[in-house]
């Protein structure tokens, strides 16, 4: 039973910084793509990032320079790690993950919330 939990949202002040954390569990780690997407209030979940099993990674425009994901394969855990946090960064952030073969990411997390103030 693949399982992601997702920790490290908070409070932050604008141009700070914040690092989530996405422990999975009941999966080969190293052969999934992992992302990481956020939901801000009344408005649509969004892609933010990914990693790829080969290591490359993608940014949405919005966080590019900004965030930073980064895996690690011994530990089954992957990170968000966000700088010069804006407050249009505020949302639930989630991460999934997609199988090997898959189109869509297929496990998710339950969120954690991160909160910018201006």
């Known amino acids: 039973q693949v399982q992601l939990v997702e920790s490290g949202g908070g409070l932050v002040q604008a141009g700070g910084s914040l690092r989530l954390s996405c422990a999975t569990s009941?999966?080969?780690?190293?052969?999934?793509?992992m992302g990481w997407f956020r939901q801000a209030p009344g408005k649509e979940r969004k892609f933010v990032c990914t990693?790829?099993?080969?290591?490359?990674?993608y940014y949405a425009d919005s966080v590019k320079g900004r965030f930073t994901i980064s895996r690690d394969n011994a530990k089954n855990m992957m990170y968000l790690e966000m700088n010069s946090l804006k407050p249009e960064d505020t949302a639930v952030y989630y991460c999934?993950?997609?199988?090997?073969?898959?189109?869509?990411?297929?496990?998710w997390g339950q969120g954690t919330q991160v909160t910018v103030s201006s």
């Open positions: 990693s790829w099993d080969g290591g490359s990674t």
């Open positions: 999934a993950v997609r199988p090997p073969g898959r189109v869509n990411y297929d496990y």
């Open positions: 009941g999966l080969t780690f190293n052969s999934y793509t």
